[in-house]
């Protein structure tokens, strides 16, 4: 839950950051900004798609691995979905409540069964860090439970623990609902294990962390959706800040 703070206390906490050139994330930090959302297609080898939000066309033509820009959104009940661009037949749709100060993420994915997941996050950064966000989803179907570690260029992972945990297929570590993992700005490496293995499946080359950055990892297919190759995968880098909204593909070193 957010912090309960007086409305003198707001008053300069916002004016301090305005002055600073920080205010951008200031209502979202305390829970009073409306609530945004944005889509990815993690659907490998598939058509463009059109995303809706209660059944108007939020974005279109969306291509694989496209991350569209987060946006405001109304508060309360809303009902996320996609098509195939140019078509009005629903593949998958998922309803969630909105509410102020988090970002929902809408994920197409390469499922029969599941073809779409949610995460809700609660943005709760508290005021006046500058530390960077991120969080792990697993896209692989050929990879069903993931580690992801992001540490140091040639740090070795025997002692470590994972940074994000047991990522199973179509899910999020933190799970949704829960905050993201903070770490300093960096330069870091990307190292994607079996869960509960420390034997690399992946290991990227190293990549800058920026200070207040806000990252989604997403383990996806290296070789698309015809990929049948256990663990054969890349990691695709959704970056939600106002700064950078792109995607960035990270192969292995």
């Not at 390469?110 to 609660?122: F, H, N």
């Not at 580690?147 to 070795?156: A, I, N, S």
């Not at 015809?226 to 800040?241: C, E, F, T």
Request: with cysteine; glycine share 8%; charged share 15%.
């Amino acid at each position: 839950m957010k912090s309960i703070r007086t409305i003198v206390a707001l008053c300069s906490v916002i004016s301090v950051l305005a002055a600073c050139g920080g205010g951008d994330d200031v209502g979202t930090e305390l829970g009073i900004s409306k609530p945004q959302a944005r889509f990815i297609n993690a659907v490998p080898a598939g058509p463009n798609l059109d995303y809706y939000l209660n059944a108007k066309v939020d974005a279109s033509g969306i291509a694989y691995k496209g991350v569209t820009r987060y946006h405001d959104i109304d508060s309360g009940t809303q009902t996320a979905s996609y098509d195939v661009s140019g078509t009005t037949r629903t593949i998958a749709s998922q309803s969630f409540s909105a509410a102020n100060g988090h970002h929902y993420t809408t994920i197409a994915l390469p499922s029969t069964s599941s073809a779409i997941s949610l995460i809700d996050d609660p943005f709760d950064k508290k005021l006046l860090s500058d530390k960077a966000r991120v969080r792990s989803f697993n896209a692989s179907p050929n990879a069903q439970n993931v580690d992801v570690y992001v540490v140091p260029p040639g740090t070795d992972i025997t002692a470590q623990s994972p940074t994000l945990a047991g990522a199973a297929y179509q899910n999020a570590v933190p799970a949704s609902g829960q905050d993201s993992v903070y770490l300093n700005g960096g330069t870091y490496q990307v190292i994607v294990t079996t869960a509960g293995s420390k034997t690399p499946i992946l290991k990227t080359p190293p990549v800058a962390l920026n200070n207040n950055a806000d990252w989604l990892l997403l383990t996806i297919p290296a070789g698309g959706i015809d990929d049948v190759i256990p663990n054969d995968v890349h990691v695709l880098v959704a970056q939600g800040n106002d700064a950078d909204t792109s995607a960035q593909e990270l192969g292995p070193q």
